[in-house]
């Protein structure tokens, strides 16, 4: 349950998020997972369905606000975060979410991310990651990895990927976490918490296109093989994982290793996990396992820090200046300063 739902919150189910629209994502998207969640989880955070607003950009996962039974806005390419800080400025009271998809924010959408990251704007940002360009129909994105063979790179891409979680700390983002689609109950609790974060809430899902990039998550998401691959963060937890939970990673430095428990290390020789530290470092280093040859990709929220946000800190600003010198006069701003007539 929400911690803002009072006695007096509205009374919803899942079905009164869903919308009167035929839902057009492919058999099998991961889409319709991420969809299901998140309307299983809006009627737990005490929030009225008319103060939901859903901005999207293009991309498949931008249909999302057809699919939502809230107000929503299905915007341009990549500017799916500004359109939403325009939103959550003008209207403080509304709870703002951005569907967005890895060419969409990652790309053409980069510039604008970093800066609702930077600024901290009360939006929550989910970012349907499926490392392809789906709705264009199969060519690699910017989180592809090196060497994919797609229709715009038949050799193999040459590109190294982003990886949004790295993007995500260096910006400065005050809420930072990953999930996956096929995981409904912890993603569930992701878009949880990030609901109730104050500041930019921003979740990496990992999404499978089953028709351009089908099994590029099933290392981490199928029961076989999830243990030995995944590793969910826990605040205060240990970093344990692998079949039976027999193995743990401890940090020397700056350098992780992964350690054996069963063979002369215990518990507590183990890196335990703080998703409030402050220092952003430990954070960057769960990020780069991606990256690390035998280590499993972290899961949960990697970091979240206690920061005013950029949408309470203007009105604020704004409320200060008008108490101190006045509504202030339109006609009288105009005419100030340096100006001229001509005749």
């Known amino acids: 349950m929400a911690e803002n739902k009072t006695a007096d919150s509205p009374v919803y189910s899942a079905k009164d998020f869903a919308s009167d629209q035929d839902v057009r994502w492919c058999p099998g998207c991961g889409d319709y997972s991420i969809l299901a969640q998140m309307q299983r989880t809006a009627p737990d955070l005490g929030i009225k369905k008319e103060n939901f607003v859903w901005v999207s950009g293009i991309g498949c996962s931008s249909r999302f606000p057809y699919y939502m039974n809230t107000y929503g806005f299905h ?25 967005t998809g890895d060419g969409d924010l990652m790309s053409i959408g980069g510039n604008h991310f970093i800066h609702v ?32 063979k797609t229709k715009s790179s038949p050799f193999g891409s040459i590109d190294y990927p982003f990886n949004p979680l790295q993007l995500a700390i260096g910006a400065g983002g005050t809420f930072i976490a990953r999930s996956m ?48 691959n995944v590793i969910y963060l826990e605040h205060h937890k240990p970093l344990i994982f692998g079949q039976g939970q027999n193995k743990g990673i401890l940090v020397d430095g700056f350098t992780p290793k992964i350690v054996d428990l069963q063979n002369g290390y215990s518990v507590n020789d183990l890196w335990v996990h703080d998703e409030f530290d402050q220092d952003p470092v430990r954070a960057m280093i769960l990020a780069r396992f991606d990256e690390l040859p035998g280590f499993p990709v972290p899961v949960g929220i990697l970091r979240q820090e206690t920061k005013s946000a950029y949408d309470e800190d203007l009105h604020q600003q704004i409320s200060n200046i ?7 006069n339109l006609k009288d701003l105009l005419f100030s300063g340096n100006r001229w007539e001509i005749k």
């Not at 939103?87 to 569907?99: E, F, G, H, M, Y």
């Not at 008008?322 to 202030?328: A, L």
């Open 75 to 99: 915007g341009i390419h990549g500017r799916a975060p500004s359109i939403a800080s325009g939103i959550k400025i003008n209207r403080p009271d509304l709870s703002v979410w951005v569907a």
């Open 117 to 148: 990251l930077r600024r901290n704007i009360d939006i929550k940002i989910l970012l349907f990651n499926n490392r392809i360009y789906g709705l264009t129909k199969g060519q690699y994105s910017p989180t592809s990895e090196k060497g994919k």
């Open 181 to 228: 689609d096929r995981d409904p109950k912890h993603l569930q609790q992701m878009m949880l918490r990030a609901a109730k974060h104050k500041g930019t809430a921003f979740i990496e899902i990992f999404q499978n296109c089953n028709i351009f990039n089908d099994g590029t998550f099933e290392l981490f998401t199928e029961k076989t093989s999830r243990p030995d």
């Open 322 to 328: 008008k108490k101190n010198k006045g509504e202030g």
